[in-house]
């Protein structure tokens, strides 16, 4: 059984960065991480020192308070845009900077858990988070996400396995971006809404 995290263990696992998982802190509370089985260490160098599922599951866990009111949510936690939010975050430099960030961090986090360093493929982080993964490929990629009734791409789990669903009218681009991605790509057609949208899978090989 994994034992709790204390206060400051959490403010670790909560500063993780949002797609990697990578943590930062002292020596002594990653080692703590490490043997609560909430953290690993990378076995490549630089040795950084990376969420197991149990401590994402930890991360995402509400934090229990006996005093004051919970807080309203933080909204400066990166979260790729979906399509069709209905308080989408608006489309600034800012906004531009942390697509790119978080796309870089995603593709450090494939060469380091790749066996050959391949950045190319998708990795585990990406196909257990399917809707988050190919919608930070989109917005990365430069396509525009779909607004409350605006026309533009929308990411949707199915129930196939490691596999979302793209709605929206610029298939071809999207099925482009999700390629160079390192995701397979296919269109088909909804037999009840006649809506066509691409199946998209990340590649294995």
């Given at each position: ?11 670790v696992?909560?500063a ?18 490490v ?9 490549r ?42 308080a989408?975050?608006a489309?600034?430099?800012?906004r ?16 380091m ?11 585990a982080w990406e196909?257990?988070?399917l ?8 917005e ?7 607004g ?8 949707r ?45 990340p590649?294995?090989?």
């Open positions: 059984m994994i034992r709790p995290p204390t206060t400051a263990q959490r403010r696992i909560d993780a960065e949002p797609v990697t998982g990578r943590l930062k802190g002292t020596a002594a509370q990653l080692d703590a991480l043997k609560r089985g909430l953290a690993f260490r990378h076995p160098p630089p040795h950084d020192h990376f969420l197991t599922p149990a401590g994402q599951r930890v991360r995402e866990e509400p934090v229990q308070r006996t005093a004051a009111p919970a807080p309203p949510p933080d909204t400066g936690v990166f979260a790729a845009r979906v399509g069709g939010e209905e989408p975050p489309t600034t430099p800012a531009v900077r942390e697509v790119h960030s978080a796309w870089q961090g995603l593709l450090e986090l494939r060469r858990t790749d066996p050959d360093g391949d950045t190319t493929r998708p990795c196909r257990a988070n809707v988050r993964a190919a919608a930070l490929a989109l990365a990629a430069d396509r525009r996400p779909a409350p009734d605006g026309d533009g791409y929308r990411v789990a199915t129930p196939q396995p490691e596999a979302v669903a793209v709605y929206g009218p610029e298939a071809a681009a999207c099925a482009q971006a999700l390629e160079a991605a390192g995701w397979q790509v296919s269109e088909h057609t909804d037999p009840r809404s006649r809506e066509r949208y691409l199946l998209a899978s590649r294995r090989r």
